[in-house]
């Protein structure tokens, strides 16, 4: 691990917040990831991420690749705790903030998706303007 005079009290003090999200060691992991992902000057790799903390030579980065793919912690409820921590930080208590969240890489479909419904595109031309054409599948909440 880094030792802590190397990390910024500052940095410490977010990644302490965000420790909930995260089991013991793969805290510990995030933290050197994260600490290296900032401190390297190259590309935001696994790799790089351990070379920018110093850590090429002290761990193995399948430690590292590992974290990424079978580890225990939710990406999900990293977003949302660090969301928070940046509202909490940025806005007064009392401020009303609105958010637009854009949904398209969610892999979500099927009948049980709310708004979602199979339609006739009258606007077609070619075979679909005999109305035979395919339908498509579209959700209500769809920006296109």
């Known amino acids: 691990m880094l030792p802590d005079s190397t990390v910024p009290a500052s940095l410490l003090a977010v990644l302490a917040f965000l420790q909930g999200c995260f089991t013991t060691p793969t805290f510990t992991t995030f933290t050197a990831l994260v600490t290296g992902l900032i401190a390297q000057t190259g590309r935001g790799t696994v790799t790089g991420m351990l070379t920018g903390a110093g850590l090429t030579r002290t ?13 225990s912690w939710n990406p999900d409820l990293l977003g949302i705790s660090l969301s928070h921590l940046i509202a909490r930080q940025l806005l007064p208590s009392n401020a009303l903030l609105t958010l637009a969240v854009d949904d398209t890489l969610f892999k979500r479909r099927g009948k049980k998706v709310f708004g979602a419904a199979w339609q006739h595109d009258g606007a077609a031309t070619g075979p679909a303007a005999s109305g035979a054409g395919p339908a498509s599948w579209c959700s209500a909440w769809s920006s296109a």
């Open 59 to 71: 761990w193995s980065h399948d430690r590292a690749h590992t974290f990424f793919s079978c580890a």
